[in-house]
């Protein structure tokens, strides 16, 4: 038998529970948002709470 790709056996989220997570642009986006600013976005250089969302 093959090695077995450790990458494919990891453990983490299942298909399902991973689409129900982060299955539209929208989902992910706003969990991106949220891992790199758990309080909410604000400026660094002015410290205000507006953003420009570029896509």
Not at 17 to 23: D, K, P, S
Request: hydrophobic content about 30%.
């Amino acid at each position: 038998m093959g090695k077995k790709n450790e990458m494919q056996f990891q453990a983490g989220l299942s298909l399902p529970v991973f689409l129900a997570q982060y299955g539209s642009e929208e989902q992910c986006r706003a969990a991106l948002m949220k891992q790199r600013w758990p309080e909410g976005f604000r400026c660094p250089q002015y410290g205000h709470e507006g953003h420009c969302g570029h896509q």
